[in-house]
């Protein structure tokens, strides 16, 4: 069965780095979604992509944060100058439409040091 | 926008027992899914049901949506269901909006 890749599974960062978080969504899908979930709390919605633009963000998602497809088969978020409140764990997801399942990665767990 | 409520928080059961967890939601939602978030943090989804009803092994799920609400149950709880279970909607908009979970602790 297809899956949403993500990688690296696990980023060590440096505070006022930048830092880029890679995934491969499944290849007929359209949407894509990135999600954080800071340790021990619930998932938040960051970001959903659609037809190479940003369709909907959460307030979560401010400057310091971008996402982009530059290619056929990848999906980054980057986060600009990461601060210590970035450490979580980051999940990307894709779906075929935007009312039907959402697949999702394995996450990228991200230290901010 | 829409609010997720999950009951209960915690669950702590003897393996072989019964549970039925709990999902409110406030508005009308054109996606539900159940997702078990394993020890390694991993999120398996289990169902997706935004309405009706669904049956995979030992689990299954109602939705019912005109009140606005979802259920899971887990049948004969073995020690590898422990975890949260998280549920989560799509409500007009695009963005998906999951509860706090509920932890479940199936005790040998």
């Known amino acids: 069965e297809p899956e949403v890749t993500q990688t690296p599974s696990h980023q060590v960062t440096q505070m006022g780095q930048e830092v880029i978080l890679r995934c491969v969504p499944i290849s007929n899908h359209l949407y894509f979604y990135w999600y954080r979930q800071i340790l021990g709390q619930k998932v938040e919605f960051l970001v959903s992509f659609y037809n190479n633009e940003i369709s909907e963000k959460s307030e979560i998602f401010d400057d310091q944060f971008s996402v982009e497809r530059p290619d056929g088969s990848n999906f980054t978020l980057k986060i600009r100058s990461t601060k210590l409140e970035d450490s979580a764990m980051y999940f990307c997801?894709?779906?075929?439409?935007?009312?039907?399942?959402?697949?999702f990665g394995d996450g990228t767990r991200l230290s901010i040091l | 926008g829409i609010q997720v409520e999950q009951s209960p928080p915690d669950l702590i059961l003897q393996e072989g027992a019964n549970s039925t967890l709990r999902c409110n939601f406030s508005?009308?939602?054109?996606?539900l899914q159940w997702f078990h978030q394993n020890p390694w943090g991993q999120l398996i989804n289990l169902f997706y049901i935004p309405s009706g009803t669904k049956q995979n092994g030992r689990l299954s799920a109602t939705t019912v949506a005109t009140e606005r609400y979802s259920l899971l149950y887990i049948s004969s709880s073995q020690t590898t269901d422990s975890g949260v279970y998280f549920c989560a909607v799509v409500s007009n908009n695009n963005d998906m909006r999951f509860g706090a979970g509920t932890r479940l602790t199936v005790k040998p």
């Open positions: 997801a894709s779906g075929t439409v935007s009312n039907q399942p959402q697949h």
């Open positions: 508005d009308s939602v054109n996606n």
